[in-house]
């Protein structure tokens, strides 16, 4: 496999890895909340060391918000900026190499 290839999948188990702990709060009932409240900075900081760039940084705001409010636990935003990165935004630089 290639280096490029590893890293892709390294980090989709990365990111379902994060998801993950993210969504066992909502397991743990009353503790859950103050779980959470450890868990959003930690989250955070991982996606911005994960995904550079401003778009890294919109994503560990939004990864922050989103486990701070009770019920969203279960938007899997690791993932989702995973395929943002690795196959919407692929397509997006394919289309721009065919039509120059």
């Known amino acids: 496999m290639s280096k490029t290839k590893d890293k ?5 188990f990365l990111s379902l890895l994060m998801d993950g702990i993210g969504m066992l709060s909502m397991l743990a009932g009353p503790l859950g909340t103050f779980l959470d409240v450890i868990w959003a900075p930690v ?3 991982m ?3 994960m995904y550079k760039g401003k778009i890294g ?3 560990g ?3 922050f918000i989103e486990e701070l409010v009770p019920g ?4 899997p935003t690791f993932t989702i900026m995973w395929f943002y990165t690795y196959v919407f935004k692929g397509f ?3 289309e ?3 039509e120059v």
Request: charged share 25%; glycine share 0%.
């Open 57 to 59: 940084q919109a994503a």
């Open 47 to 49: 996606m911005t060391r």
């Open 96 to 98: 721009k190499t065919i």
């Open 92 to 94: 997006k630089k394919t």
């Open 8 to 12: 892709k999948i390294k980090y989709l």
């Open 43 to 45: 989250s955070a900081w």
């Open 61 to 63: 705001v939004v990864t």
């Open 72 to 75: 969203l636990d279960v938007i």
